[in-house]
């Protein structure tokens, strides 16, 4: 059974540019999330999608947009990319039956802003 | 605003010893608690977790923690700390009163070196 994948692993972008980042959950998981991880720093909450909608936001700008597919698979796209955006971006899965809130991780996509 | 604090952002402990690492958190009532390991490269891997119940949790490689309402903490503990543990520690909290519970809050963590 595969975890949580992510694609892709590293990501090289200009300062302005678009990025689009995917994340295929854990099978029999509904619903994802998106976390943000400086460089040193705790992972921080983007956004949640469920039922191809979009459930709950952190504290990130609208730049910061998303998607979910039927297949439950995700989209994260960045508009107008800044230096700071620079960071590892995190996707987890779960599923919204479970009273766990077990959120399984994807190992990530690496994405450098130059 | 539901916050996690973890006071030390490295400690060094020598293989066989044991650990413990700190965490505080923020919140009106007892929220949901996480505790997560992350290896270099690596996206992370629940360690253990805890909703309600027991104060005292089993996770898996040998770790536990202590949830103390008094003291809004969760440490994290190991009796035996193998070289293999060495690693990036977070501590996460949930809000269990919020449909979207799983949008967790991290402490900023702690990075465990194993010296021999």
């Known amino acids: 059974d595969a975890g949580v994948t992510q694609s892709p692993t590293h990501l090289i972008k200009t300062r302005g540019q678009q990025v689009t980042l995917r994340c295929s959950p854990k099978?029999?998981?509904?619903?994802v999330s998106w976390y943000q991880q400086a460089l040193g720093q705790g992972p921080q909450f983007i956004f949640q999608y469920y039922e191809e909608e979009e459930r709950q936001r952190g504290n990130f700008p609208d730049r910061f947009s998303g998607h979910q597919f039927p297949n439950y698979s995700s989209e994260l796209n960045v508009n107008a990319l800044l230096l700071g955006d620079s960071a590892l971006y995190l996707c987890?899965?779960?599923?919204?039956?479970?009273?766990?809130?077990?959120?399984?991780f994807g190992p990530g996509t690496r994405l450098t802003v130059t | 605003a539901q916050s996690v604090t973890q006071p030390d952002i490295h400690i060094t402990v020598s293989e066989g010893a044991s650990l413990e690492l700190r965490c505080n958190y923020s919140?009106?009532?007892?929220?949901?608690l996480f505790w997560y390991v992350q290896s270099p490269g690596q996206g992370l891997q629940l360690l253990l977790k805890?909703?309600?119940?027991?104060?005292l949790v089993q996770g898996i490689k040998g770790f536990e923690a202590e949830f103390k309402r008094s003291q809004s903490s969760f440490n994290l503990r190991k009796p035996s700390v193998h070289w293999s543990d060495a690693a990036e520690y977070f501590c996460?909290?949930?809000?269990?009163?919020?449909?979207?519970?799983?949008?967790?809050?991290f402490g900023k963590g702690t990075t465990l070196s194993v010296s021999s």
């Open positions: 099978s029999g998981h509904d619903t």
């Open positions: 987890a899965s779960t599923s919204d039956s479970l009273s766990s809130y077990e959120q399984y």
């Open positions: 919140y009106g009532a007892t929220p949901y």
């Open positions: 996460a909290v949930g809000d269990p009163l919020n449909q979207a519970g799983t949008a967790l809050i």
């Open positions: 805890y909703f309600s119940g027991d104060t």
